[in-house]
């Protein structure tokens, strides 16, 4: 059973940074792509960054410039750096993972994590 588990949320001001992380564990032969989402209260979920296995990296507009998406292969972990918070960047986080079960389970199954809030606020 895989399982992805974020942290590194929390109370933040305005102008301040944050660092998420996401692990993931449980029967693994490969991850693929890596993507953090996030939904603010009231909206739809959406994508915020994305990171393949060998590093190529996209970002929302909005964020792009002030978030970094990066990931570690040997800790089966991403990460989500935020810096120069802004109220609207208030959501809650989710980690999303492809991840190949086998060496035949050539599509992988995608993945979610449970979530970690992030509130932006003076």
């Known amino acids: 059973q895989v399982q992805l588990v974020e942290s590194g949320g929390g109370l933040v001001q305005p102008g301040g940074s944050l660092r998420l992380s996401c692990v993931a564990s449980?029967?693994?032969?490969?991850?693929?792509?890596m993507r953090w989402y996030r939904q603010a209260p009231g909206k739809q979920r959406e994508w915020v960054a994305r990171?393949?296995?060998?590093?190529?990296?996209d970002h929302l507009d909005s964020v792009a410039g002030r978030f970094t998406i990066s990931r570690d292969n040997a800790k089966n972990t991403v990460y989500l750096q935020m810096n120069s918070l802004k109220p609207e960047d208030t959501a809650v986080y989710y980690c999303n993972a492809e991840i190949r079960e086998s060496l035949e389970d050539y599509y992988g199954t995608n993945y979610w994590g449970k979530g970690t809030l992030v509130t932006v606020s003076s």
């Open positions: 990171i393949t296995r060998d590093g190529s990296t």
């Open positions: 449980g029967s693994m032969w490969r991850i693929n792509d």
